[in-house]
């Protein structure tokens, strides 16, 4: 795909101002058992308290066989470049890549593999932080020039520090990359600052709660209802509530 395709194809996503409202397996491994003493040494009379005749002539019991730990499971990744078929190659799910710079990562989920612009259900240029959730129904889910996607659990949570956010750094998941409160962005020019708060991962217009582009001064108030936040080509954004 060239780079104009690219763009092309990722006009609406970029530009949905106002147009909605408001598997690994856990390896365990088991350590061989390791066998007991063998008979009588009367050679070595400091090993009589663990000889057989100093308990009663009875047979030495093998040790219990050693167990390790089971190692924690891996997250299920996929490559930044790449066509996936969904279901076969990647599993359904929410995805994250983070590091990207340049917008120079994009990433398309389609209905179908024709390569036409109606077989797009989504897609986006990402600078920073991408998530996606891939659906069931999807059919493929297409990367390139993207940092490794990692599968996350969407029911993760944490506790976001800092009170500054970086203009570009992308799709933010709230309440684990970013705390719920009131942020203000200034000196935004010719309105290429773009924000959005977004219900869920799928990138589809009813995703959108509200968005905006920006020219000069933005504030945005994000709530803990809100599922996701997103950033891009704005000035840094400062927590002011």
Excluded at 46 to 56: H, V
Excluded at 160 to 189: E, F, H, R
């Amino acid at each position: 795909m060239s780079k104009s395709q690219t763009q092309q194809r990722n006009w609406f996503a970029r530009h949905k101002v106002l147009t909605a409202a408001g598997a690994v397996v856990v390896v365990v491994a088991i350590g061989a058992a390791v066998g007991g003493g063998g008979g009588e040494d009367t050679k070595t009379p400091e090993a009589k308290s663990a000889s057989p005749a100093a308990s009663g002539d009875k047979a030495p019991e093998s040790e219990a066989p050693e167990s390790k730990a089971p190692e924690k499971p891996k997250a299920a990744t996929v490559d930044g470049d790449g066509d996936f078929e969904v279901g076969s190659d990647v599993k359904p799910g929410l995805y994250r890549s983070t590091g990207n710079k340049d917008a120079e990562c994009y990433w398309e989920r389609a209905k179908d593999a024709s390569g036409e612009a109606d077989s797009i259900l989504a897609n986006d240029n990402v600078t920073g932080t991408a998530y996606v959730e891939i659906k069931a129904s999807d059919k493929l889910f297409k990367s390139t020039s993207c940092g490794t996607w990692e599968a996350v659990d969407p029911q993760a949570a944490g506790t976001p520090s800092g009170t500054t956010v970086k203009g570009s750094a992308g799709m933010l998941k709230v309440g684990v990359d970013i705390a719920p409160g009131t942020y203000k962005s200034t000196g935004n020019k010719d309105a290429e600052c773009y924000w959005e708060r977004s219900k869920d991962a799928s990138h589809g217009v009813d995703s959108i709660l509200a968005n905006d582009n920006v020219t000069g001064t933005a504030v945005v108030k994000i709530t803990a209802k809100d599922a996701y936040f997103k950033t891009a080509d704005c000035g840094d954004w400062t927590k002011t509530g």
